[in-house]
């Protein structure tokens, strides 16, 4: 086909972390190619290694690159994968030709080896895969075969030949099994991994097998140490059949070994469902805290709250303060209480709503926390159904042609006001009506209950989310000022409203002129996430992948800038958490920068919550 300079690019994985732009330099010049530009290097999302984007510079390197070089050998004799830059839509469908390999000789086969089979075998093929594990030491790095692969055929065609024809035949001394493989099949999770905590430092991964071999057959074995191979303390027993490991799990878990030490036995689960279903049993132990003063401590609230017995943990939020002595941690006045018993929480609502909550003079705030989604739909709903309710008092009594005049009749107002409040600035005493300029009000009083309204002010939790004003708790300072401007910023002269006939319309009202409005300073971060992720995820060759590929692809993209927003520590947590998300929430939350930048957020403060 017809190529321009721009696509002379091919995409390389599976590089070893130390892999320099130079050394891939180095390696193209000594197989006979010159004038390349590596445009990009970036460390996986993930796993310890790096990816590249290479441009080839004519379309003779990129012959021989795409056709001799396809799995070359960059550094410590690792084999990486050299692919094409395809965005005709060839790759559309690839489910339909690709098949899973098994039973690979770990030794041996590599994807070199792998594709030259299949293709002398059975015929062309687009690309291929071994799964491996490349770990990095103090001064090595090693590289395993997992001892399966994928392949991905040229035709379906080419897919049911192989697998009538190739199905256990022998690659390099051992029998290999190949099926088709499906993204649509959704597979349940096989109960047979499990995992083992409790037992001391001297125990092995022979006692292990020792200890759930009389269960049934055993996959593997797997405990976990160290950098000085020092045990963790706890492992990974895999079954090969279901039964022997719901077997094991009710007669191992919490059997004493002695020492003082019990084994804990339980279904391995990945962590983004660990901390989900963790987010999910704390969700009604977890309160919201404010309006304490400065000076108090996490050991003051505490004690307020029940002591160790019934509080698990406090959290007070802070920020850094520069004063004289240097850089200090000021309190930010709220913070987070999580209890030990879901119910002792509930008991502190119930109290908080039959009366108030002094702690050193100030009336506490407290509440459940709310995650954003919730917060959002329903602070949505409120707004609507606040609205109506006081057109509904306001109409009270009304006939139906006469509600729906007073109701075209309040819109006009609103709109007429809203128009008003927006050109001056937010509002001023022009019109009259509202708090005097000189008006004051003791928001710390414990004044009669009857003032309070359902019109609750919002919280901040550690999930991002906000606090949900369920007990309708007495508005904050902003809100009365805002609903001091609002009714500052109504006009003076309504006319008068006429029962069961057509209403006048509103007086107009003269409008001060519009306050001039800096435009806003450009976002870089915004707009580059926009050229790079957004552009990615619309673009045409994205469609064309498959769901585990647009996967990674999204990874590799945002995480730069998860880094940025996380640091070097939370990224790959982070990033791993957002790409394992439902594939429809990934996808909106990646559309927009602001989308990306939440959930960083949700996914630093699980973390926190986590350790």
């Not at 690709?98 to 089979?117: H, I, P, R, Y």
């Amino acid at each position: 086909k017809n190529m321009s300079q721009d696509d002379y690019l091919v995409h390389i994985s599976e590089l070893t972390t130390d892999v320099e732009k130079q050394d891939i330099e180095e390696f193209f010049k000594n197989n006979g190619i010159e004038g390349i530009s590596v445009s990009v290097l970036k460390p996986h999302y993930k796993l310890p290694i790096k990816w590249a984007k290479v441009q080839m510079g004519s379309s003779a390197n990129y012959e021989k690159a795409t056709t001799e070089l396809r799995y070359p050998h960059i550094k410590h004799g690792i084999e990486s994968r050299l692919l094409e830059n395809i965005t005709d839509g060839s790759l559309k469908g690839t489910s339909e030709t690709n098949a899973v390999v098994k039973g690979l000789n770990k030794e041996k086969v590599d994807s070199a080896l792998l594709d030259k089979f299949f293709s002398e075998n059975v015929g062309p093929i687009k690309c291929c895969k071994v799964s491996k594990t490349i770990e990095n030491h103090d001064t090595s790095i090693s590289c395993k075969s997992n001892g399966y692969g994928f392949v991905n055929f040229a035709s379906k065609e080419l897919l049911d030949k192989a697998v009538e024809e190739l199905n256990g035949k022998e690659l390099e001394g051992e029998a290999i099994t190949i099926e088709r493989y499906n993204k649509d099949i959704k597979r349940e999770a096989k109960f047979n991994n499990l995992y083992v905590r409790g037992f001391d430092e001297n125990f092995t991964e022979d006692d292990l097998k020792s200890l759930f071999s009389p269960y049934g057959e055993l996959g593997s074995v797997k405990l976990m140490v160290d950098e000085q191979g020092k045990s963790r303390l706890f492992g990974f027993v895999c079954f090969v059949e279901t039964e022997p490991a719901l077997k094991a799990v009710e007669e191992m878990d919490k059997k004493d070994l002695g020492n003082g030490h019990t084994l804990y036995v339980a279904k391995f689960e990945k962590k983004a469902n660990r901390w989900a279903a963790l987010k999910k049993s704390l969700a009604r132990a977890n309160l919201y805290v404010r309006n304490f003063d400065k000076n108090v401590t996490e050991d003051d609230l505490k004690k307020f709250f029940g002591g160790d017995t019934v509080v698990r943990n406090v959290r007070i939020m802070t920020t850094d303060v520069n004063r004289e002595d240097g850089v200090v941690k000021e309190s930010k006045q709220f913070g987070f209480v999580s209890f030990n018993n879901p119910n002792d929480a509930a008991k502190i609502i119930q109290k908080y709503q039959n009366e108030d909550l002094e702690f050193n003079n100030k009336q506490l705030y407290v509440n459940y926390y709310e995650d954003k989604s919730a917060r959002k739909k329903r602070l949505a709903t409120s707004k609507k159904d606040n609205l109506m309710g006081i057109l509904d008092q306001t109409l009270g009594g009304q006939g139906g042609d006469g509600q729906n005049n007073m109701m075209e009749y309040f819109m006009q107002i609103f709109q007429q006001y809203f128009k008003n409040f927006q050109s001056q600035g937010f509002g001023g005493n022009q019109y009259g009506g509202g708090y005097g300029e000189n008006y004051q009000h003791n928001y710390n009083r414990r004044g009669p209950r009857h003032h309070r309204g359902p019109y609750g002010g919002h919280s901040y939790n550690q999930y991002g989310g906000h606090g949900q004003n369920m007990y309708n708790r007495p508005p904050r300072q902003e809100m009365h000022n805002s609903y001091a401007n609002a009714s500052a910023g109504m006009p003076g002269n309504v006319p008068p409203m006429v029962v069961g006939g057509n209403m006048p319309p509103p007086t107009a009202t003269p409008q001060a002129p519009p306050v001039p409005v800096q435009p806003p300073v450009a976002n870089v971060s915004a707009s580059k996430y926009t050229a790079d992720v957004v552009a990615l995820v619309n673009s045409a060759s994205f469609s064309t992948l498959s769901e585990d590929d647009k996967r990674e692809k999204i990874g590799e993209e945002i995480y730069s800038y998860v880094l940025e927003k996380a640091g070097e520590e939370s990224a790959p947590k982070i990033t791993g958490m957002i790409i394992d998300l439902p594939f429809h929430d990934l996808i909106n939350s990646v559309q927009t920068y602001e989308g990306l930048e939440d959930k960083i957020r949700e996914g630093l403060e699980l973390l926190q919550e986590d350790s």
